[in-house]
Antibody, heavy 117, light 107 residues
Framework: EVQLVESGGGLVQPGGSLRLSCAAS????????LTWVRQAPGKGLEWVAN????????YYVDSVKGRFTISRDNAKNSLYLQMQSLTAEDTAVYYC??????????WGQGTLVTVSS | DIQMTQSPSTLSASVGDRVTITCRAS??????LAWYQQKPGKAPKLLIY???SLESGVPSRFSGSGSGTEFTLSISSLQPDDFATFYC?????????FGGGTKVEIK
């Protein structure tokens, strides 16, 4: 059974940092693109970042460039999102998802990040 | 960036109805389009990829069509489990973008 389990969310002050993790199992992790998608409370889905199978290519939405860093550890079947300089606009549920291409069939349950003083 | 516009934003329908949701891209995306269903408090679920390919395990009442800039998701006979919000997503180029969503409500 495929499982993606996010962790690391929580309450952080504006300007703070947080590192999200996503632990994967049940599929050949190193063969899949991985992504982070977020959803602000009551809003739609927003793609955040992608990383290629070997980590050689990374892509970000403009609003997080220079502040967020996506990474992966294929030996640990894990995906990460390092987030810095957080603002209230980053408050959202963050989902990790995987795909052999860029349509995402496997999703985690999400982890909530709240940026507030 | 490619803008994805869905219509309608809300749709009221009854069990057994045929439902159609439209997604328009601001430029051609060939067939690089996916559809997702999301229920409250849950992660999105992939329904359709490459505009018309049905994801494994998804009921055949769901179908997708279109290419270029105009796409549709159809549900042939709406079931109680189908009331949810639906999103389209283009993966023609970066940044990947989603439509604003269509909420299908019980009439």
């Amino acid at each position: 059974e495929v499982q993606l389990v996010e962790s690391g969310g929580g309450l952080v002050q504006p300007g703070g940092s947080l590192r999200l993790s996503c632990a994967a199992s049940g599929f050949t992790f190193s063969s899949y693109w991985l992504t982070w998608v977020r959803q602000a409370p009551g809003k739609g889905l927003e793609w955040v970042a992608n990383i290629k199978q070997d980590g050689s290519e990374k892509y970000y939405v403009d609003s997080v460039k220079g502040r967020f860093t996506i990474s992966r550890d294929n030996a640990k079947n894990s995906l990460y999102l390092q987030m810095q300089s957080l603002t209230a606009e980053d408050t959202a549920v963050y989902y990790c998802a995987s795909s052999p291409s860029h349509h995402y069939g496997y999703w985690g349950q999400g982890t909530l990040v709240t940026v507030s003083s | 960036d490619i803008q994805m516009t869905q219509s309608p934003s809300t749709l009221s329908a009854s069990v057994g109805d045929r439902v159609t949701i439209t997604c328009r891209a601001s430029q051609s995306i060939s067939s690089w389009l996916a559809w997702y269903q999301q229920k409250p408090g849950k992660a999105p679920k992939l329904l359709i990829y490459k505009a018309s390919s049905l994801e494994s395990g998804v009921p055949s009442r769901f179908s997708g069509s279109g290419s270029g800039t105009e796409f549709t998701l159809s549900i042939s006979s709406l079931q109680p489990d189908d009331f949810a919000t639906f999103y389209c997503q283009q993966y023609y180029n970066y940044p990947l973008t989603f439509g604003g969503g269509t909420k299908v409500e019980i009439k």
